[in-house]
């Protein structure tokens, strides 16, 4: 009788994992991303993935809006975070760099970089999350978590050029770039899951510096930052889906049906559904041509009601040829070439009319 129990409750567990049940104890948990799964017993991470604040990400789309526009496949502010930090701390990083990776976007307003159009921040180097990161970590929970397990805001702050692995500029790889890059490669059918372990298995970490030990993988990482930059961060049809969507929550805001309160701590769909459900006239016209974005606006250079230069976010790769590390435009000139008319484009700027 006692050895049937056992078995029923053996079925029983196996039921309730292959459910979703975790059966983590107190002091660990399980982070599962695409680029691996890890047992994670360190209790300042397991706290702060814990936080309100973080579990917010959850509810936050690392492409905005567009999500509600053409329903792609979900990616949020959550996956994203887990990424980075995952792979920090598989490349190396310290608890310390770590805490940084999982909170470097933590401060990422409703919708994402919407905010950097509603706050006039679309065509700068850093974006709205980055200038409130550290009063957004002091002013919620999080600051309680990070005193508790010994740990400063200012030490943590990922734009501090203190964490190499996590934050370089252009056109270096960097866990940020790498993890958004490779996630949305994947989203776009550029490459699967196989292509991501191959391309992370050629990339190393070394003495401050990220490089390929493989040109064939750096180059298939490279073009995947060109693709996403021309046709979605760099493209029109983002910079006019934005642009439409920061109008749409000013008037918003001007009628007191969310505050700014809302948009920098609240959730995408609580938003979006008091939008659809608004009898405002301005706003109902502002969803309906945020819907049919297509036909809102045209490309016209010599007209135009929005000019904004985006930023390039292709990057360069370092591949190590013997004892060098050398740029793949140094070694590839058709990738320089692909390089060099994407710069060019991007300079020209945006010109966009509104229809």
């Not at 805001?253 to 609240?266: A, P």
């Amino acid at each position: 009788m006692f050895s049937k129990f056992k078995i029923s409750i053996y079925f029983v567990l196996i039921l309730l994992f292959n459910l979703g049940f975790s059966l983590d104890k107190p002091d660990h948990i399980i982070v599962d991303t695409v680029y691996g799964t890890e047992m994670i017993s360190d209790p300042v991470i397991i706290d702060l993935i814990n936080n309100y604040y973080f579990q917010r990400l959850k509810r936050v789309n690392q492409y905005g809006v567009d999500f509600y526009i053409y329903k792609p496949e979900e990616y949020t502010r959550y996956d994203h975070s887990l990424g980075v930090f995952l792979l920090s701390r598989k490349y190396g990083a310290s608890l310390k760099e770590q805490v940084a990776s999982l909170l470097h976007d933590v401060s990422h307003t409703a919708f994402s970089h919407v905010a950097d159009f509603l706050f006039n921040k679309a065509d700068s180097k850093d974006s709205y999350q980055d200038d409130i990161h550290y009063e957004f970590i002091k002013n919620t929970s999080l600051k309680e978590v990070l005193k508790k397990h010994g740990f400063k805001i200012k030490d943590i702050v990922h734009k501090s050029k203190s964490f190499r692995r996590l934050e370089a500029d252009i056109p270096d790889i960097c866990a940020d770039r790498l993890e958004y890059n490779l996630y949305g490669g994947l989203l776009e059918g550029l490459i699967n899951k196989n292509d991501i372990n191959s391309i992370l298995e050629n990339l190393k970490f070394e003495d401050g510096q990220w490089f390929f030990i493989n040109s064939y993988y750096a180059r298939k990482f490279a073009d995947i930052t060109i693709y996403l930059t021309k046709y979605r961060w760099g493209s029109h049809d983002n910079a006019v889906r934005n642009t439409l969507f920061a109008n749409v929550l000013k008037t918003a805001v001007e009628i007191k049906l969310i505050d700014f309160k809302d948009i920098s701590y609240g959730f995408d769909d609580e938003i979006w559904s008091k939008l659809l459900l608004c009898d405002d006239p301005f706003i109902k016209k502002g969803i309906d041509k945020l819907v049919n974005f297509k036909n809102s606006f045209v490309v016209n250079r010599e007209n135009f009601d929005l000019f904004l230069k985006p930023k390039c976010r292709a990057v360069d790769p370092l591949v190590k040829i013997g004892n060098k590390l050398i740029r793949l435009s140094s070694i590839d000139q058709e990738f320089k070439t692909r390089l060099d008319y994407l710069k060019d484009l991007l300079s020209q700027g945006l010109c966009i009319k509104f229809i």
